[in-house]
């Protein structure tokens, strides 16, 4: 069975599309951890990141620069923390996460919550800034 990732790139679960190509596709984290926390996932789906052939693993991080220069002119942040975790859903995917301190990377915070009107905005002003 598809993974939940490759039926929301298949658009068959809506998502609050940030970036796409060929390859990968941006999208917000459903329970973030920031305004604008961001999964890039590669469209090929591979449970985990590391087994991404070496082309594709450095393409995906390329990709994921651009959205990173996207969220810094979107959202007020310090930086855009990387995370990969994978142990929920079994398709590669890298968390990018604006942060203001070291602690706003802490898995266990409470997450912030979201109306679908923000999650849209937040979406929609990161995508107006990928180049
Ligand atoms: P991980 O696999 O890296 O441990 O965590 C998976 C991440 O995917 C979590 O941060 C979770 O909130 C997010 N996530 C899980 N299911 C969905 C979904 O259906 N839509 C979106 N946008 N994010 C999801």
Do not use: W
Not at 52 to 81: N, Y
Not at 83 to 108: N, S
């Amino acid at each position: 069975m598809a993974s939940i990732f490759s039926r929301i790139i298949a658009g068959e679960i809506p998502s609050y599309k940030v970036a796409e190509n060929d390859k990968f596709y941006a999208f917000l984290d459903i329970n973030p951890m920031a305004k604008g926390h961001t999964l890039v996932v590669p469209k090929q789906e591979t449970d985990y990141i590391f087994d991404l052939d070496d082309d594709l693993l450095a393409e995906m991080t390329l990709f994921s620069k651009k959205v990173v220069q996207a969220i810094e002119k979107a959202i007020p942040c310090k930086r855009v923390g990387v995370m990969v975790i994978g142990l929920e859903v079994p398709h590669a995917h890298i968390h990018l996460i604006p942060i203001q301190k070291e602690t706003d990377l802490i898995l266990t915070n409470p997450r912030v919550k979201l109306s679908s009107d923000e999650f849209e905005k937040i979406a929609e002003a990161i995508r107006g800034n990928v180049k």
